[in-house]
């Protein structure tokens, strides 16, 4: 599979970035969107074109994407999206679940009005995104208000610790999105109301039952077998 982009258009790396790590942070949003598919061919000479650069960036920045996890580099055949496996998603999902039901009691032994409006504004922005089917929005949102409560829980460690799962979350909850839909802004509204009453042990269970049930969705649904044709990467 080439890796010409489908979908929206990648835009082009600006120069006052520090170039390598400009191409980098473009290649991974890609891969997270999936406007880069788990298991696309992704060819140097192509990826320089579409991002403006010289193929020696884009080199290294599938060098760095390879050894975190994102880009497979096979032998005589070249560079491919990774295809996470079902284990691969069970495991960190489960330690999301336990680093963000933590932080979600702590903001709200935390909690002011002044957050918990922000809380509330991407809540709606979230919901008609939800119902719009506008993923990418729904996307960013859910992405924002789990960043905000952990932002309220004060736990500068705890922080470090989920944004270190944050872009992967992202890039398994992308597919789910449409299927969890507004019953996950349900879900976000009532771990709101928890964190708004300082109600610590209630904002805590909410979002346990939250990201059980992403876990549990992410068992039911496996959009790269249905985008293929076929089961890969399945226990």
């Given at each position: ?135 990418e929005t729904a996307v960013s949102a ?94």
């Open positions: 599979m080439r890796a010409a982009f489908s979908g929206a258009a990648p835009r082009r790396v600006e120069r006052p970035a520090p170039l390598r790590q400009a191409v980098y942070d473009s290649l991974i949003e890609l891969i997270i969107s999936r406007v880069l598919k788990p298991g696309q061919h992704l060819v140097e000479n192509e990826l320089a074109e579409q991002l403006g650069v010289s193929r020696q960036p884009v080199r290294e920045a599938l060098q760095r994407l390879q050894t975190e996890g994102w880009v497979d580099l096979r032998p005589a055949q070249g560079a491919f999206v990774h295809e996470p496996t079902e284990d691969e998603v069970e495991q960190l999902l489960a330690v999301r679940s336990l680093l963000e039901t933590e932080s979600a009691r702590l903001a709200a032994t935390n909690t002011s009005p002044a957050p918990v409006k922000q809380l509330r504004r991407i809540l709606k922005e979230g919901r008609a995104a939800a119902t719009a089917n506008d993923v859910n992405s924002e208000l789990h960043g905000l409560i952990t932002t309220m829980s004060g736990n500068t460690v705890l922080g470090e610790m989920i944004s270190l799962v944050d872009r992967r979350v992202r890039w398994y909850y992308t597919p789910l999105a449409k299927q969890r839909g507004v019953a996950s802004w349900k879900e976000h509204a009532e771990i709101i109301d928890a964190i708004s009453q300082g109600d610590a042990g209630r904002a805590a269970e909410a979002m346990r039952l939250h990201t059980e049930e992403t876990r549990a969705a992410s068992h039911e649904h496996n959009p790269d077998e249905a985008e293929s044709g076929k089961g890969r990467g399945r226990r």
